[in-house]
């Protein structure tokens, strides 16, 4: 076998290591987010959305009290997830607004929504969980709550233009009642257990004061009762 000449070495290291080497890092104005992303548009773009993001919840409530990174990746999160949120790392990872649509399933009710804005509410959900996870209890242990809140203002983040084409791949079935809410429903059935969050958290008497409720533990899902 003959042997590989310098330029052919260098051009190898370039193809396996330069994209590992290409990646943005950006402080986000005065905040303690960190976003890091393959090209300074997108990592502009996410820190707009991050700092849109942050305002929207606290206006919900949900504060942020620990520095976050939020990493967007060409290939998306390792976990199998669309979006994940690391509690022990304090950090979000995401998949490209491209690679986002990509990944949806073929008969996901998120395809009704542009991408710009569907990468943006996922932004708003994972920033939900980071917000909530240092409150009363972690993802792993009240893992409905945590979805009720992230999902609930998610779609409430959305141009209502947008969030009224997702809400049409699922019609409404009435009142929606707490009781519902579970980890299995979630498995189960996310998209659906997204729409009747929105749905709940928008009936009359609930909202951001019924969100403030669940962090100050007056709200007991049934998954956690048990």
């Known amino acids: 076998m003959r042997s590989l000449t310098f330029i052919q070495i260098s051009l190898f290291i370039v193809l396996c290591c330069g994209f590992a080497t290409a990646e943005q890092t950006q402080q986000c104005s005065e905040f303690d987010i960190q976003v890091i992303a393959p090209d300074a548009e997108l990592v502009d773009r996410t820190c ?5 993001a942050k305002s929207f919840l606290q206006g919900c409530h949900l504060v ?3 520095p976050l990174v939020i ?18 790392n304090d950090e979000i990872v995401l998949p490209t607004p491209r690679f986002l649509v990509d990944i949806l399933a073929k008969d996901s009710g998120y395809r009704a929504i542009p991408s710009e804005h569907l ?13 909530f996870g240092r409150t009363r209890c972690g993802l792993e242990t009240c893992r409905a709550g945590h979805e009720y809140i992230a999902y609930a203002l998610q779609l409430e983040s959305l141009p209502e233009e947008q969030r009224t084409l997702f809400l049409a791949e699922f019609p409404s079935r009435g009142n929606v009642e707490i009781g519902i809410f579970n980890d299995f429903y979630h498995d189960l059935m996310p998209e659906r257990f997204a729409v009747d969050a929105w749905r709940h958290f928008s009936q009359p008497g609930f909202g951001c004061s019924f ?16």
């Open 119 to 131: 990468f943006n509410s996922f932004v708003v959900h994972e920033m939900a969980h980071a917000f």
């Open 71 to 88: 990493r967007v990746r060409r290939d998306g999160p390792h976990s199998g997830l669309l979006a994940h949120f690391s509690l022990r």
């Open 211 to 226: 969100i403030n409720d669940i962090l100050l533990g007056q709200v007991t899902f049934p998954s956690e009762a048990e």
């Open 64 to 66: 942020q009290s620990r």
């Open 48 to 52: 707009a959305a991050a700092l849109r």
